[in-house]
């Protein structure tokens, strides 16, 4: 009786438990709207005088996808068999603005969701006459395409023979459910956010999207606004007249996604924070985009006027047309042989002058010790010429001493002779001596 009772409380917790969180949920998720997230920051630098557009973008906000008034919202719950093939199967689905839609001819009349789950968002899964072949892990798919919503709960089902056994529980991840073979089970999946039950004709007036702008060392909350852009085209501009002229946003904002705001002739007093917020107040779209805009010193531009040559003439009154110079870059395969054949040229003209700094030196060198036995040689050249000059010189003197004493000795025969009468003749005795 006990673990009956137990059982029982624990299953009516878990019942209360999960409405209240979603509901939970729900209210932070509504109470959170009123604040904007911040989801991009960029710093915006130009110079004075020029135009500058700060782009703000989300194809969330885009308005023309409310022409279909289904909203395109879908559920359906698939089925993940453990085995035998580990296969997903999709059990069944449903539109907002049509009928359920079984797959499988097996779950016809014991397989259902509530005919108002889009109006009270209870989406839970009926199954009826529970058998061992409906164990597997359930999941509970709620799509909105037009606010590109995606949501998924997973429970576990698990059958059983033995009433002791039937019990439910949170694993830490997902809903498990072991349930008594041929009963009915219904697996929770709740969900009351207005984005999947409130209708609103005036859809227009949840939709908005506002710049602000902050001066350097001005709090947010104390922002000046700017414009406001509504999703039926009303806009409102504020502040002085030639502000709201400058400062422009595009009419097809809502239908084609694009809220960036331009701004012409931009002067020192423009700069500080600039923030787009985009409130979609239907799809809980809450963000802000911040822009930080510098303004620079303006660019000087100087033209000077084209000057022709002496030679030619040319019409100053037409504008020189632009000279195009054709640059021809190497393959870029052989791009890197270029520097390989400097370096090599280049070493080998080192090694060239080297060489003839080398061969240079050994001359020198050569030259310094040969002059000595050149001048060795030439000295003993001169000597032994002096010493044949020497010996020509010593016969010539004895042949001049013989001729002195033949001389002599004839004056001395003819001082003899002279005593005698003997005539000799001395020319023709000189040439006998020299023969």
Not at 18 to 33: M, T
Not at 280 to 302: K, N, S
Request: hydrophobic share 35%.
């Amino acid at each position: 009786m006990k673990t009956e009772r137990e059982d029982s409380i624990l299953q009516a917790l878990l019942l209360i438990h999960i409405p209240v969180a979603c509901l939970f949920a729900a209210v932070s998720a509504q109470s959170d709207s009123s604040s904007s997230v911040v989801v991009a920051g960029y710093n915006v630098s130009a110079p004075a005088g020029s135009r500058v557009l700060l782009q703000c973008v989300s194809g969330r906000m885009v308005w023309t996808r409310d022409r279909v008034r289904d909203r395109q919202r879908v559920v359906h719950w698939d089925m993940y068999r453990a085995r035998p093939d580990y296969a997903m199967e999709r059990v069944l689905d449903m539109y907002s603005a049509g009928d359920q839609r079984i797959y499988n001819s097996y779950n016809q009349g014991r397989v259902s969701l509530s005919p108002r789950a889009f109006k009270d968002g209870n989406f839970s899964l009926i199954i009826k006459d529970v058998t061992m072949n409906d164990r597997g892990l359930y999941s509970c798919n709620l799509h909105h395409l037009y606010c590109h919503l995606y949501e998924t709960i997973r429970v576990q089902l698990n059958v059983t023979k033995s009433r002791r056994k039937e019990q439910r529980f949170w694993d830490g991840q997902k809903a498990v459910y072991v349930v008594l073979l041929g009963s009915t089970v219904v697996l929770p999946c709740v969900n009351r956010r207005n984005v999947w039950t409130d209708w609103s004709n005036e859809e227009e007036d949840q939709q908005v999207v506002h710049w602000d702008r902050q001066s350097p060392g001005v709090r947010h909350d104390r922002a000046d606004r700017l414009v406001d852009l509504y999703a039926s085209g009303e806009q409102r501009s504020y502040g002085p007249l030639f502000l709201q002229r400058k400062m422009n946003i595009s009419n097809q904002a809502f239908s084609e996604g694009d809220f960036s705001l331009s701004i012409s002739d931009l002067q020192p007093t423009d700069q500080g924070m600039y923030s787009c917020h985009l409130h979609h107040h239907y799809c809980g779209l809450h963000e802000r985009r911040e822009f930080q805009v510098t303004v620079e010193a303006p660019v000087i531009q100087t033209t000077l006027p084209a000057k022709a040559l002496p030679s030619e003439d040319k019409d100053t009154t037409k504008a020189e047309s632009p000279r195009v110079i054709n640059v021809i870059l190497p393959d870029q395969r052989h791009h890197f042989l270029l520097p390989l054949g400097y370096v090599l040229t280049s070493f080998l003209l080192l090694a060239f002058i080297i060489l003839i700094i080398i061969l240079i030196t050994r001359r020198r060198k050569s030259k310094e010790y040969y002059p000595q036995a050149s001048m060795r040689s030439s000295r003993s050249q001169s000597s032994s010429e002096e010493f044949e000059m020497d010996v020509t010189e010593v016969n010539e003197c004895t042949q001049e001493e013989r001729r002195f004493d033949y001389k002599n000795n004839l004056l001395k025969e003819k001082v003899h002779m002279s005593t005698q009468p003997k005539v000799i003749d001395l020319d023709k005795e000189m040439e006998k001596f020299s023969k």
